[in-house]
């Protein structure tokens, strides 16, 4: 289900930590402790490039700094950590994508990377994300 509110497409999402997976695959992590979050309200942002996370939900996952970039944002150019990839689940869709490390008073950002992925195009007339039309509304690939 989708929550639209002031023109915003505001989705729930769960974040899975990849590491955790593996490592129950291989059987050396029971399955029920795998780390992940729950979000109810991921903010759909096509001016974002990846997915981004506040730090606290960073922590919580476990997740690692695997190294840091350079970015502009509104405030200017600023240096932020860049963490290892997550399982991110949309409506059913998922996709590995590495994470972002936001400020703790910011939403779970979902960029065009993740929104690609997905094989998600927001429809701004339903503020709401839908599969690709050019793809007949299923999840797939561009391989060319």
Known sequence: MEIITMGKVIVPTRIESLQDIYEAEKQTLPAEQIRSVEVTDA???TGATMLSMPRRLVEQLGLRRRRTRTARTSAGTIAFGIYEAVRLTVQGRDCVVEVVELPDDCPVLIGQIPLEALDFVVDPAGQKLTG???????????MF
């Open 132 to 142: 690709n039309p050019d793809h007949g509304g299923e999840q797939m690939i561009d």
């Open 43 to 45: 903010l759909v942002d």
